[in-house]
């Protein structure tokens, strides 16, 4: 279980913006961030400081990082639902088809980016839309790449499924946005993401 650093609980709690801390992947670290209404981030192998930062100016307070093994303190929902989003990327990461069932943040993006990802989250496990599609399920057919735009903002990666949204010529498209990496490790990732949801010829819409 999650808990506060012993360092850190000595402050004014309602100055935390959100709680974060890092999982394992075979892709690398995952870092995994909560408020109070929700998952606000899962971010792919970027640094911890950029994660922090980015935070930070979305929700307008700091993040604080937790670590640690033992109880939640009383009334402490963050680190409880902290510790179910880890569980669930966990069992993602094993390969079962976990649906996250879980309340999502989206503070900070525009309107526009809130209906496409929304859209988005409603794609299921081991299935792929191209952004043509994810446009039309949301009511503006033609905004195809506007929607490319919002889906290369997308916080939440995996429980916002971002890597289900490829081109429609059935190649990948992009993944990540400018956010880490290059462009051929962000793609070898999503690539790598899909295998895991069954699609080990690659993505499909069939």
Do not use: Q
Not at 7 to 17: E, L, P, Q, Y
Not at 34 to 50: F, I, N
Not at 64 to 73: D, F, H, N, Q, W
Not at 128 to 150: D, L
């Amino acid at each position: 279980m999650v808990t506060y650093p012993r360092a850190d609980t000595s402050g004014r709690d309602d100055a935390v913006a959100a709680v974060w801390a890092t999982v394992a992947s075979p892709w690398g670290p995952v870092h995994v961030a909560v408020s109070r209404r929700g998952v606000v981030a899962v971010s792919w192998l970027g640094e911890p400081g950029d994660l922090a930062a980015g935070l930070a100016r979305r929700l307008g307070g700091r993040p604080l990082e937790v670590a640690g093994a033992g109880p939640a303190g009383p009334g402490d929902t963050r680190a409880a639902l902290l510790e179910r989003t880890i569980a669930a990327l966990e069992r993602w990461l094993d390969g079962e088809p976990e649906p996250f069932d879980l309340p999502i943040d989206l503070a900070g993006l525009s309107g526009w980016d809130r209906t496409v990802l929304d859209g988005v989250r409603r794609i299921p496990w081991g299935r792929t839309e191209s952004y043509g599609g994810v446009a039309r399920m949301i009511g503006r057919p033609g905004a195809a790449r506007a929607v490319g735009g919002a889906v290369s903002r997308n916080p939440i990666g995996v429980i916002v499924p971002c890597h289900r949204v490829i081109a429609g010529d059935g190649s990948l498209g992009g993944y990540g946005g400018d956010a880490w990496g290059g462009r051929e490790a962000r793609l070898e990732l999503k690539r790598a993401l899909l295998r895991l949801e069954g699609l080990a010829g690659g993505p499909s819409t069939d």
